[in-house]
């Protein structure tokens, strides 16, 4: 349901920014878009063009905003209450700490040479330093 809402907005967007950089302007200060002339015989005058199109923006702009609210509303009652650190621990299977010992309990938000000491491995430098005679 929210992927072909979100697919639907997405439409409405590209459909809305073609429909606004269609119109034509008002006039501007330099002047520019504003010029015309009619010409006659066509499918549509240029006011009727510019109410058609504006009317088109009107509805589309409204569906914009039912699509964001529904979005909205969708996202809300998905929302997920908790931290990410326990949630990636639930996906990955590793205990979050609650309920087990302590020789199985997950790494602790501290640093990574506690986590090691708590778990009784050897802390020794990988390489060592060289000493002047």
């Known amino acids: 349901m929210t992927t072909v809402l979100i697919v639907i907005h997405l439409m409405l967007v590209l459909a809305l920014i073609v429909l ?3 119109q034509r302007s008002e006039g501007g ?3 520019i878009g504003g ?8 499918f549509m005058s ?3 063009a510019a109410n058609a199109l504006t009317k088109t923006t009107t509805i589309l702009a409204a569906g914009f ?4 609210i529904a979005l909205g509303v969708i996202s809300q009652g998905e929302s997920r209450t908790g931290n990410v650190i326990e949630q990636l621990g639930n996906q990955n299977g ?10 199985t309990a997950a790494p602790s938000a501290g640093n ?3 986590d090691l000491e708590r778990e009784g491995q050897p802390i020794a430098p990988t390489t060592s330093v060289p000493t002047s005679e």
């Open 35 to 42: 010029g015309g002339g009619g010409g006659g015989g066509g």
């Open 65 to 68: 905003f039912a699509t964001s």
């Open 29 to 31: 200060a330099l002047g």
């Open 94 to 103: 590793v205990p979050t700490g609650e309920g087990t010992d302590a020789g």
């Open 20 to 22: 606004i950089l269609l």
């Open 112 to 114: 990574l040479l506690e």
């Open 46 to 48: 240029a006011r009727g």
